[in-house]
Nanobody, 125 residues
Framework: VQLQASGGGLVQAGGSLRLSCTAS????????MAWFRQAPGKEREFVAT????????AYEDSVKGRFSVVLDKAKGTMYLQMNSLQPEDTALYYC???????????????????WGQGTLVTVSS
């Protein structure tokens, strides 16, 4: 199983980016997919998650109303639409997938067994 993240780049504050995460080599269905991010000198933190069946989502408080996670199951691709970006959103963004997460753990990085390589988002002020 491979997860390929893309779409990062340099954007000015207030701008938008859309990240993509494509899964390949799957012989099973993920239960949840998620985005995490890690800023320089900080720990990896949860950003957003989406359930493969049903599409329920959850967001970290600081991105609610600005970020939106969607899933194109036909393409095996998860997207993160990021609007109103701020300098504090600067980080390496990782996508992750898990076949066995439950609601109570889906915000925790340890619950995800499969990870993409990360894509860098830099927001200038």
């Amino acid at each position: 199983v491979q997860l390929q993240a893309s779409g990062g780049g340099l954007v000015q504050a207030g701008g938008s980016l859309r990240l993509s995460c494509t899964a390949s080599g799957l012989t099973f269905t993920f239960r949840d997919m998620a985005w995490f991010r890690q800023a320089p000198g900080k720990e990896r933190e949860f950003v957003a998650t989406i359930r493969w069946n049903g599409g329920s989502t959850a967001y970290e408080d600081s991105v609610k109303g600005r970020f939106s996670v969607v899933l194109d199951k036909a393409k095996g691709t998860m997207y993160l639409q990021m609007n109103s970006l701020q300098p504090e959103d600067t980080a390496l963004y990782y996508c992750a997938g898990s076949p066995s997460t439950i609601i109570s753990t889906r915000r925790q990085s340890a619950a995800y067994a499969y990870w993409g390589q990360g894509t860098l988002v830099t927001v200038s002020s």
